[in-house]
């Protein structure tokens, strides 16, 4: 067992030696505030203090962790061995020319989207706001990184002490905003469709409509049995998240009470793992977002404990707050809507800390890194995600993607089409 010696322990130091030692490293450890019990221990141990003991790993801490409350952080962002690294100790019997714990913590807890920030449209904390995106490691699990440089550290003082080796896992999450492009729209939705093609002059598109209505022609983005032939093709464990909400002018899937889509629901559930696309609406309204918790789950017939938030609006910490309060266990909202990478420095799962109330809470947070969104760049979006995929691979982590199903169309040449999405995942299982 790993002994931490902290001078005084708070709950910023318990949330973030978990994540580290629990979430990531799979290491069981214990605190001790007690200098004598901490010297006499034999086996490996980590001083995590200002000051240097007689044995184990000396890591400086800075302020951050023992501090209460919230206000601006003097973010200095150095290079420690070809990786950034910030709130550094300039202390060298350090076992880091920083303080990995206190960096990880500001990452994780989305500290900097707690302090004033330039909202989009939606309201949204924006990825080139982000202290990753400024300094070039919005690409990298930097969290995770530095847990494997920690493990180095313990393996090469400790060489005896027992540590798992992780897996690297590919989750895939695919969001139905809009079951059908064209079916089961109702009367008042279909006309205005056709209104839409005359206006345009998009005569194909009536004709296409027809066809659809009528049933002798696909819908576009009914693309269901070919998505699920990919994930047994390709041994997936996918998670299908469901738009299922009143319609409004921004939650524009079929109606709740459609048979068809009832029944479309229930097939996908019948091979995948199946969450809440909360609505648009219900961003702001708890009782709403227990509304349409409750519809899913009676069309299930089982508990919903899964979400992702539409649209990715994350307000710190009322959106994750208003999950709690609702029961939910695990939410997939954390990443950015127009850039791929990771938006809390981590891949993997965590349980989201209330910098508000400082306090660890159940909620578990799991982190995508890539979705079908094309940035203005010099690489493709193919070889974006290559790159994401191999900074996953080096640390044996978890890469979660998001695609929505509106994309998955057949048409070979679709920017991020079933063809495309399917190379995706040839290269991420390689």
Same mark, same amino acid.
């Given at each position: 067992?790993?002994?931490?010696?902290?001078?005084?322990?708070?709950?910023?130091?318990?949330?973030?030696?978990?994540?580290?030692?629990?979430?990531?490293?799979?290491?069981?450890?214990?605190?001790?505030?007690?200098?004598?019990?901490?010297?006499?221990?034999?086996?490996?141990?980590?001083?995590?203090?200002?000051?240097?003991?007689?044995?184990?790993?000396?890591?400086?801490?800075?302020?951050?962790?023992?501090?209460?409350?919230?206000?601006?952080?003097?973010?200095?962002?150095?290079?420690?061995?070809?990786?950034?690294?910030?709130?550094?100790?300039?202390?060298?019997?350090?076992?880091?020319?920083?303080?990995?714990?206190?960096?990880?913590?500001?990452?994780?807890?989305?500290?900097?989207?707690?302090?004033?920030?330039?909202?989009?449209?939606?309201?949204?904390?924006?990825?080139?706001?982000?202290?990753?995106?400024?300094?070039?490691?919005?690409? =990298?699990?930097? +969290?995770?990184?530095?847990?494997?440089?920690? !493990? $180095?550290?313990?393996?090469?003082? &400790?060489? *005896? #002490?027992?540590?798992?080796?992780?897996?690297?896992?590919?989750?895939?999450?695919?969001?139905?905003?809009?079951?059908?492009?064209?079916?089961? =729209?109702?009367? +008042?939705?279909?006309?205005?469709?056709?209104? !839409? $093609?005359?206006?345009?002059?998009? &005569?194909? *598109? #009536?004709?296409?409509?027809?066809?659809?209505?009528?049933?002798?022609?696909?819908?576009?983005?009914?693309?269901?049995?070919?998505?699920?032939?990919?994930?047994?093709?390709?041994?997936?464990?996918?998670?299908?998240?469901?738009?299922?909400?009143?319609?409004?002018?921004?939650?524009?899937?079929?109606?709740?009470?459609?048979?068809?889509?009832?029944?479309?629901?229930?097939?996908?559930?019948?091979?995948?793992?199946?969450?809440?696309?909360?609505?648009?609406?219900?961003?702001?309204?708890?009782?709403?977002?227990?509304?349409?918790?409750?519809?899913?789950?009676?069309?299930?017939?089982?508990?919903?404990?899964?979400?992702?938030?539409?649209?990715?609006?994350?307000?710190?910490?009322?959106?994750?707050?208003?999950?709690?309060?609702?029961?939910?266990?695990?939410?997939?909202?954390?990443?950015?809507?127009?850039?791929?990478?990771?938006?809390?420095?981590?891949?993997?799962?965590?349980?989201?800390?209330?910098?508000?109330?400082?306090?660890?809470?159940?909620?578990?947070?799991?982190?995508?890194?890539?979705?079908?969104?094309?940035?203005?760049?010099?690489?493709?979006?193919?070889?974006?995600?290559?790159?994401?995929?191999?900074?996953?691979?080096?640390?044996?982590?978890?890469?979660?993607?998001?695609?929505?199903?509106?994309?998955?169309?057949?048409?070979?040449?679709?920017?991020?089409?079933?063809?495309?999405?399917?190379?995706?995942?040839?290269?991420?299982?390689?």
């Amino acid at each position: 067992m790993l002994l931490i010696y902290t001078p005084k322990l708070c709950n910023r130091i318990k949330y973030i030696f978990k994540v580290f030692f629990s979430d990531i490293l799979d290491v069981e450890y214990a605190f001790t505030e007690n200098t004598e019990e901490y010297l006499a221990y034999e086996g490996p141990a980590i001083n995590y203090s200002t000051t240097t003991l007689e044995k184990g790993i000396f890591f400086h801490s800075e302020n951050l962790l023992h501090e209460r409350g919230i206000g601006g952080q003097e973010i200095v962002v150095i290079d420690d061995e070809g990786n950034p690294a910030f709130f550094p100790v300039y202390d060298h019997v350090s076992a880091m020319p920083f303080d990995p714990f206190a960096a990880a913590f500001y990452l994780i807890t989305r500290y900097e989207e707690y302090l004033p920030y330039v909202k989009d449209e939606h309201g949204r904390f924006q990825a080139k706001d982000s202290l990753a995106f400024k300094n070039g490691f919005l690409h =990298k699990p930097i +969290v995770n990184i530095w847990a494997q440089q920690i !493990k $180095s550290l313990l393996l090469k003082q &400790f060489p *005896g #002490m027992k540590m798992p080796e992780q897996r690297f896992q590919f989750i895939p999450s695919i969001d139905i905003n809009a079951a059908y492009a064209m079916r089961s =729209k109702g009367l +008042v939705r279909t006309i205005g469709g056709y209104l !839409k $093609s005359v206006g345009d002059l998009d &005569f194909g *598109g #009536m004709l296409q409509r027809t066809k659809v209505i009528m049933g002798t022609h696909p819908d576009p983005i009914d693309t269901y049995k070919d998505q699920l032939e990919l994930q047994k093709k390709y041994d997936l464990k996918t998670i299908y998240f469901i738009l299922f909400a009143d319609y409004g002018h921004n939650d524009k899937n079929i109606s709740v009470n459609s048979r068809r889509f009832q029944v479309l629901i229930k097939s996908l559930a019948d091979y995948c793992k199946v969450g809440l696309h909360s609505s648009f609406s219900s961003i702001r309204d708890p009782d709403l977002l227990q509304i349409e918790l409750n519809r899913l789950s009676k069309v299930l017939n089982r508990e919903i404990s899964k979400i992702r938030q539409h649209f990715l609006v994350l307000n710190m910490p009322v959106t994750y707050r208003n999950m709690v309060n609702l029961d939910i266990s695990d939410d997939y909202s954390m990443g950015y809507v127009n850039h791929p990478g990771f938006r809390a420095g981590i891949s993997n799962a965590f349980n989201f800390y209330d910098l508000d109330l400082d306090v660890e809470t159940k909620l578990r947070i799991h982190p995508f890194a890539i979705l079908d969104v094309d940035i203005q760049s010099d690489i493709s979006p193919m070889e974006q995600f290559r790159q994401i995929r191999d900074e996953v691979k080096k640390v044996n982590a978890t890469l979660i993607s998001m695609w929505s199903n509106d994309a998955l169309i057949k048409n070979p040449g679709a920017p991020f089409g079933l063809t495309f999405y399917e190379k995706m995942i040839q290269m991420i299982l390689t």
